[in-house]
C-alpha cells in the first residue's frame, strides 16, 4: 500500500480482520518526511495486529513497540526506519518458530531485541544503522542464521556478539565494540571480519586461530600494536591506527598480499624473514601490495620483498631509511607463467614527496627497480607475440624526490627530453631483444594528483646497413577509478618502462627517444591536459638472450645487490650543456638514401593485428 493521500488508521483498523496474514507499507520517497502524520489518526499510540499474521513490511514504523502482537505464526518482518524502540517484552515469552527473518535496518530508537531462544529457524537477522542498539542477546544457537551478517553504524554497540561458529562475513564497521575477544576463535569458517572505525582497542591473539581468515579490516580503531595474523590472511587494512612499530615475519608474510596503513602512526616497519628461508619463494606468495601514504612519522622501511607490486609510500616526509630484501630469497613469478591471479605484471614504486630520503636509500630504490625491471624484460621477452588486453598491459612506474639521473644506472644521459645512443652490436649468432628502462626528471608541482599523470615515449630503432627503422609510441599511466590525494611539490625522479619497450632486435644499432608528461585535470582519458617540462632524461638497455632469457647491459646481479646498500658515486652530477648537445646532434634521422620500411611492431590489444606501421600506444 502506497498511496495513501486520502487514507488515516485508527488502532483497530485491523481488529476484525480475522484472515489478515499480510500487511505491506512501502513508503513513496517525496512523503517519507510526513508519513506518519498522514498515515496515523490523531492521539494512535499502538495499533492491532492480528495473530494469523505471516507478512508484515511497515517502512516508517511509526510506534515504539509490537507488545500487543503475537507473533507465533510470523515468518516475516521487516520495519525500515521504523521509530521502535523494542520488539517485544521479554517477560512475555513469546514463540518466534516460524520467524525466518527480521530486518530492523536503521531504526534509529531500537535499544535491544527479545532474546530469540525458539527462533531456531531464523535465517536472517539485519541491524544494520541501529544507533541506539546497545546490546544483543546470545545468538549462537541460532544455527540456520545466514552466514554474512550486518552490523553497520550501530555506534553505541559495545560487546562483541555471540554467534554461530558458522558465520563468514561479519561486518561492524562504526560500531561501539572495544574488543574482539578470546571467543573469536570459536568462529571457525570466518574468512571476513570488517571493524573499520570502531573503537576497538584490544584484538585477542586468539584471532590467529583461524584458519580461513583472509579478510581483516581494523582501519581507524584506536590499536596501538599488531594483532597476531593468521597464517592465511591475505589483506589487513590498519590505515588511521595507532600502531609505531611493526615487524613482518615469514610466517605473517607467507600469504599475506595486501597491507595498507595509510594515515596510521606507523614509524618503523620491518620485514624479519631473510634468516627464516631455505629456498627462493615465488613472488606471488609474499606481500604484493604496501601502502603507506600520508605516514608522516614513518622513518624506517626496512627489509622490503624486492617485488612487490604496488609500493605506494606518498607523502612520508619523515621518511629516512628503504631497504630491500636480498633478490635470492625469491624467484619472480609473472601471472602470465600460470593461472595465478594473485601474480601482479604492473609495478608502481611511489615514493612522491618523501623529501627526507637519504642517498643510500635513493641507491636502494634505483638498484631495486633496475633489477625488477631486469627480471621483468626476460618474462616480457618471453611473452613477445602474447596478446594482452589494453588495462592489463604489464608496465613499471617508480617515481622519488630528486633531480639527478644516476651515471651508474643510466649510461644514456641527456639534460633535456630528448636523447640518442648506440646499440651495442649482437657478437654472437643467437637472436635477443631490447628492453629499455627510462629515467626522467621534472618539477611535478603542476600535478594535483600523481595518478593523473601520463608519460608519453615516442622512440625509433634504426637498423644497420640502411636495413630501415621502426617508429614506436608508448602511453604509460597508472590510474586509480576512485579520487586519491597525491599532489606532488618540486623536482621528482621517474623510472619507467612496460612490455612495449622490449622488442625483437633487427640487428638495430642506433635508438632514439623523445619523452612527454601530461597532467590531466580529470581522468587520463580526458583531452584537456597540461605538459609538465622533462628537464632530463636518461635511457639504460637491457640485451636478453631470447633462447637463454638471460640478459646484460648493466652489472651483474652480484654487483646490483651490492649496490642496494652502497652510496652511489659523485658521477650521478647532471650532465652539461655541452655533452648534451653532443649528444642531441647525433640523433638519428632518416636519409634520402635510407630504405623506409615501417611495420613489424606489436599490437597487445585483441582488436589490432601485428605488423600495421601505427604507433603502438600503452595505456
Known amino acids: ?17 480475522h484472515n489478515l496474514k499480510y500487511i505491506h507499507f512501502g513508503v513513496p520517497w517525496h512523503l517519507r518526511d510526513v508519513w506518519e502524520e498522514k498515515l496515523l489518526a490523531g492521539g494512535v499510540e499502538n495499533i492491532f495486529l492480528p495473530e494469523v499474521l505471516r507478512y508484515l513490511s511497515w517502512d516508517y514504523y511509526p510506534f515504539r513497540s509490537l507488545s500487543s502482537f503475537n507473533p507465533k505464526n510470523l515468518v516475516i518482518l521487516k520495519l525500515y526506519y521504523g521509530n521502535i524502540e523494542e520488539l517485544w517484552n521479554e517477560d512475555d515469552h513469546l514463540e518466534f518458530v516460524n520467524l525466518r527473518r527480521i530486518d530492523l535496518s536503521y531504526c534509529k530508537n531500537l535499544r535491544k531485541i527479545p532474546i530469540l531462544l525458539r527462533a531456531i529457524k531464523l535465517e536472517k537477522l539485519h541491524l544494520e544503522g541501529c544507533g541506539s542498539l546497545i546490546e544483543l542477546p546470545c545468538l549462537d544457537h541460532l544455527s540456520s542464521l545466514y552466514q554474512f551478517w550486518y552490523l553497520k553504524k550501530c555506534y553505541n554497540l559495545n560487546k562483541f556478539p555471540e554467534l554461530p561458529n558458522h558465520m563468514v562475513l561479519l561486518n561492524m564497521e562504526k560500531t561501539g565494540i572495544e574488543e574482539v575477544p578470546d571467543s573469536i576463535e570459536h568462529l571457525v569458517e570466518l574468512e571476513t571480519l570488517c571493524l573499520r ?11 590467529s586461530k583461524l584458519e580461513f581468515l583472509h579478510h581483516l579490516d581494523l582501519s581507524y ?69 604496501l601502502v603507506m601514504a600520508h605516514c608522516e612519522r614513518l622513518k624506517l622501511l626496512s627489509e622490503l620483498p624486492p617485488y612487490l607490486g604496488l609500493l605506494d609510500a606518498h607523502g612520508c616526509t619523515s621518511l629516512e631509511n628503504v631497504s630491500f630484501m636480498d633478490q635470492n630469497l625469491y624467484r619472480y613469478h609473472s601471472s602470465v607463467e600460470g593461472d595465478d591471479d594473485d601474480a601482479y605484471d604492473v609495478f608502481f614504486l611511489l615514493f612522491s614527496n618523501c623529501f627526507s630520503l637519504n642517498q643510500d636509500s635513493v641507491d636502494n630504490i634505483e638498484a631495486n627497480t633496475i633489477l625488477n625491471i631486469g627480471s621483468l624484460a626476460k618474462t616480457w621477452a618471453s611473452i613477445y607475440d602474447s596478446d594482452c588486453a589494453t588495462e592489463c598491459i604489464p608496465r613499471l612506474v617508480c617515481c622519488f624526490p630528486g633531480n639527478r639521473i ?34 626522467l626528471v621534472a618539477d611535478l608541482t603542476p600535478c ?49 618502462s612496460s612490455i612495449e619497450m622490449v622488442t625483437k632486435d633487427e640487428n638495430y644499432v642506433e635508438a632514439s627517444f623523445k619523452f612527454y608528461i601530461r597532467s590531466y585535470e580529470n581522468s587520463v582519458d580526458e583531452t584537456e591536459f ?53 649528444n642531441l646532434d647525433s640523433q638519428v634521422h632518416a636519409g634520402a638514401d635510407t630504405e623506409m620500411r615501417h611495420g613489424g611492431k606489436r599490437r597487445l590489444s585483441c582488436d589490432a593485428e601485428e605488423g600495421d606501421g601505427e604507433p603502438k600506444r600503452l595505456k
Open 221 to 289: 580503531c584506536p590499536i596501538t600494536e599488531l594483532p597476531e595474523i593468521p597464517r592465511r590472511l591475505t589483506e589487513l587494512y590498519l590505515s588511521g591506527t595507532q600502531i609505531v612499530d611493526v615487524t613482518l615475519s615469514s610466517h605473517s608474510l607467507k600469504n599475506l598480499q595486501y597491507l595498507d596503513m595509510t594515515n596510521s602512526s606507523i614509524q618503523k616497519l620491518q620485514c624479519n624473514i631473510s634468516g627464516s628461508i631455505e629456498i627462493p619463494i615465488l613472488r606471488s606468495k609474499v606481500l604484493g601490495s
Open 406 to 439: 644516476s651515471a651508474n644506472k643510466f649510461e644514456h644521459r641527456t639534460v633535456n627530453s630528448s636523447i640518442n645512443l648506440e646499440v651495442d652490436s649482437n657478437g654472437c649468432s643467437r637472436s635477443r631483444f631490447l628492453g629499455f628502462a627510462v629515467c
Open 1 to 17: 500500500m502506497t498511496q495513501i493521500d486520502n487514507l488515516q488508521l485508527c488502532s483497530t483498523v485491523f481488529e476484525k480482520m
Open 197 to 207: 572505525n570502531s573503537r576497538v582497542k584490544y584484538v585477542s591473539s586468539n584471532i
Open 530 to 582: 597540461d605538459d609538465i617540462e622533462v628537464k632530463k632524461c636518461g635511457v639504460h638497455v637491457f640485451y636478453v638472450d631470447a633462447e637463454s632469457d638471460s640478459y646484460s647491459g648493466w652489472t651483474s646481479n652480484d654487483e646490483a645487490r651490492d649496490s642496494l646498500s652502497s652510496t652511489e658515486s659523485s658521477n650521478s652530477d647532471e650532465l652539461s650543456n655541452d655533452e648534451s648537445n653532443r
Open 448 to 496: 594535483h594528483d600523481f595518478f593523473k599523470l601520463k608519460y608519453i615515449c615516442e622512440y625509433q630503432l634504426t637498423a644497420a646497413g640502411g636495413g630501415g627503422y621502426k617508429d614506436f609510441q608508448i602511453e604509460l599511466y597508472y590510474s586509480l577509478k576512485e579520487e586519491s590525494d597525491r599532489e606532488c611539490k618540486g623536482d621528482h625522479v621517474l623510472i619507467l
